[in-house]
Structures are given as structure tokens and as C-alpha cells.
């Protein structure tokens, strides 16, 4: 199971197929992918001496590969906001002291850290074109959501099944690839196999059906997607991200899924009404 920076936040959606460690990790003596090094070349700028230094600082005196995705000012005054691995943390202006968890606005009743975590997945979804990602869709869609995926996993494998009726309901499918038992396991050449197939669709629903897929290799984005997956968060498949970065973890059934984005276009419709 991944292993969190501090502590585990929870524990895995009982609709989500949890993430293993890589025989890399495992082994602790494998290069970085190509993926992980450009991953610490887009690390956030800060000006030497400044708060969001000294948070970043903090941040590595735990562990010096930690990758900062975000740092700015955070809404509470004292404190910076970091994001690392798709957690949410605060750090003292000094850099002594850090706390980790959900920042929650009760006059809002708005979840702070999850908006900063939104916005960080619309960043990093923007970085995969569309062209890596393997598309279901309807004639005309609604809504498009990514999904993280696993050609092994069984509530992906479940997705998968009824993705008819995900696009009767209005909603674009564009997978992304996590293969959950890490980068250079067998389930990562599943998934270049799919990724490097022709028809890449028909490569997809025959590997989670079981059904050979031929071995491939070419210039792919699994490894990419896998890192970006890293850095949200992700920490079992399917992960559902909405177009406004919202995530809903876990397998939901075509109409909940539904219904739940059309909660989302309601909220965000009365969020600019208001303003």
C-alpha cells in the first residue's frame, strides 16, 4: 500500500481497488522514472529567504525527495499551504511547526483544502493531452469526467462494463492509466500493451475482460499518467476527477455519478450567481 508522508488520511473506498507498492519501491535501489524527474523540474518556484522557502524547507527536513507541487499562502494567517503527494499541508511562516489535514471555512461550510487540491488536479490534468488518454464518449456530452483506471482492478473492470451507460447519461469517459501494482510490474505492461495498440479502445475492453492483449512497446503516457495520478493523490482505482478537479474516489454507479455532477454544475451555477 502507498505510504503516506505523516499518516494514512483514512481508509480506502470500499467502491476502489487499493494501490501496491512497485518492485522498484520495494526494492529502494531503482532509478527514477523519466516521469518522477520531470516532476521535481516543475516544482514551484520560491524567493530565497521567503516564507514559502522556509515552508518547502520544513517540508524536505522530513524526507529530501518530497516533491512540492504547490506552496502559497494559506487562509489562515501564521501559515503557508503546501501540497505534497496529494495531501494538504500547513506550515509556520517560521517553518517550525506543521499541521496536516482538512482546513474547513464553517461559515462557508466549504472544505478550503480540497479546493487547493481541485485546483492543483485541473493543473496537472491540463499537462495530458487528450490524444494519451483513451476516450469513450456520447455524440453529445454533457459532462466529461478523467478516470484513473486499472486494467486489473474489479470496481474498474465494473466501470468499464457499463460504460454504455455512462454515455447514455451524458457522460465522456477519458481514461487515464494507473497501473496499481507499480511501474515495471506486469500490470504496467498491461497497460503500455493497451496504450501502444492500435485500436486502443477494443485493447482496453479485452484486457479487462481477461482477453490477450499482444505485446507492445512504443512511445507511451502510462508512466506519465501513473506519476500525475502519484501526485493528486490517488491511492486506489477508479479515481473519478470531475472537470472542476473535484474527485469522487471509487466506483459510482452510471446515475449516481450522474447525479453527482449535476450537483456540482448546480453548486458551481449558484457560486456565480452570488457573486
Known amino acids: ?12 473506498s470500499l467502491t476502489a481497488c487499493a494501490q501496491t507498492d512497485s518492485p522498484q519501491a520495494a526494492a529502494g535501489n531503482a532509478p527514477a522514472p523519466a516521469a518522477a524527474q520531470v516532476a521535481v ?8 529567504g521567503s516564507a514559502d522557502a522556509r515552508a518547502v524547507e520544513a517540508i524536505r527536513k522530513l524526507n529530501r525527495q518530497l516533491q512540492v507541487d504547490h506552496v ?9 499551504e503546501a501540497i505534497v503527494g496529494g495531501q494538504t499541508l500547513y506550515v509556520s511562516d517560521d517553518g517550525r511547526y506543521m499541521l496536516q489535514g482538512s482546513l474547513y471555512d464553517l461559515d462557508a461550510r466549504r472544505d478550503l483544502s480540497e479546493a487547493s487540491l481541485a485546483r492543483l488536479r485541473r493543473d496537472l490534468l491540463k499537462t495530458i493531452p487528450v490524444s494519451d488518454r483513451i476516450v469513450f464518449a ?7 469526467v478523467a478516470v484513473f483506471t486499472d486494467v486489473e482492478c474489479g470496481f474498474c ?9 455512462y454515455n447514455a447519461e451524458g457522460i465522456e469517459v477519458q481514461y487515464l492509466a494507473f497501473p496499481r501494482m507499480g511501474l515495471g510490474s506486469p500490470d504496467f505492461q498491461k497497460m503500455v500493451n493497451v496504450w501502444c495498440a492500435t ?12 482477453r490477450a492483449v499482444p505485446l507492445r512497446n512504443c512511445k507511451n503516457p502510462v508512466t506519465m499518467e501513473y506519476d500525475v495520478g502519484q501526485r493528486i493523490g490517488l491511492a486506489g482505482t477508479p479515481l473519478i476527477v470531475a472537470a472542476d ?7 459510482m454507479p452510471p446515475k449516481e455519478l450522474r447525479a453527482a455532477l449535476d450537483k456540482l454544475a448546480a453548486a458551481a451555477t449558484g457560486s456565480a450567481g452570488s457573486r
Open 138 to 144: 456520447p455524440a453529445n456530452p454533457k459532462y466529461t
Open 1 to 12: 500500500m502507498k505510504q503516506y508522508l505523516l499518516a494514512a488520511l483514512g481508509a480506502f
Open 245 to 251: 478537479g473535484s474527485a469522487m474516489p471509487g466506483y
Open 41 to 48: 523540474a516543475s516544482a514551484p518556484k520560491v524567493e530565497p
Open 157 to 165: 473492470r465494473k466501470l468499464h462494463s457499463q460504460i454504455a451507460e
Open 199 to 210: 485500436d486502443r479502445k477494443q485493447a482496453l475492453t479485452d484486457a479487462k475482460s481477461d
Open 72 to 80: 502559497g499562502a494559506a487562509p489562515i494567517p501564521g501559515f503557508r
